[in-house]
């Protein structure tokens, strides 16, 4: 079982630059998440999505995009990065009513 | 305002004792849910245990168990006899409207021999 996976696990990026984090889910959920890691702030949610096609603004969507074409992926776009952006990424999937988000295991972004 | 509060950002226990990690949140919706999940240094997040805010007794999972206080919105971690492996950064998150979910800043727990 493949269960979430992130693509890239490492990047660095030049500021200005875009690029697009991807999240695949097999589990068949229907809500995923984009998150952001940064020491002493915990993990932050930007961007969440409840279905396919969906997507709503978290606690820190300022900069970033999202993207629900498929079910099972979830995109997130950086379309001019910042230093400030500089972070780990996690994405997690759970289904309507389930008591466990899963995780995959992280894409560390650095903006120089 | 702050939605899941962990105060405690550093937590020491000895080996075999038992420790509590401290969260509070903050909710209208009367429909939500708890969830407890472990980062070790390699920096996966493991789920621990969940609790419903309809649940009527406290979630455990083995070792973990969740002191849930609904008046007092708190929904405390209780780890029983600490083992070294537990070391590691403990996470609170809420699941609330439009199946939100977000998480707390966290409490590192360190555990000595």
């Known amino acids: 079982n493949a269960g979430v996976t992130q693509t890239p696990k490492f990047r660095v990026l030049k500021t200005g630059q875009s690029m697009t984090l991807l999240c695949a889910q097999d589990?068949?959920?229907?809500?995923m998440y984009w998150y952001r890691q940064d020491p002493g702030m915990g993990l932050r949610l930007i961007h969440y999505s409840v279905g396919e096609g969906t997507t709503a603004k978290g606690e820190v969507p300022d900069g970033y995009n999202v993207s629900r074409l498929k079910k099972q992926n979830f995109l997130l776009g950086l379309e001019s990065a910042a230093p400030s952006q500089t972070s780990v990424y996690f994405c997690?999937?759970?289904?309507?009513?389930?008591?466990?988000?899963?995780f995959g295991q992280g894409t560390r972004l650095t903006v120089v | 305002a702050q939605k899941i509060t962990q105060t405690q950002p550093g937590m020491f226990v000895q080996e075999k004792e038992a420790v509590t990690l401290d969260c509070t949140y903050d909710?209208?919706?009367?429909?939500?849910?708890l969830f407890w999940y472990k980062q070790p240094s390699s920096g996966e997040m493991i789920f621990l245990i969940y609790q419903g805010s309809y649940d009527q007794q406290n979630a455990t999972e083995g070792r973990y168990s969740l002191n849930f206080q609904k008046a007092r919105k708190s929904a405390n971690l209780v780890i029983s006899a600490s083992q070294l492996g537990d070391s590691a950064m403990y996470f609170c998150a809420m699941r609330e409207e439009a199946d939100k979910l977000i998480f707390g800043t966290g409490t590192r727990l360190q555990v000595f021999p």
């Open positions: 589990m068949n959920h229907e809500y």
């Open positions: 997690a999937s759970r289904n309507g009513g389930a008591t466990e988000a899963f």
């Open positions: 909710t209208s919706d009367p429909s939500y849910g």
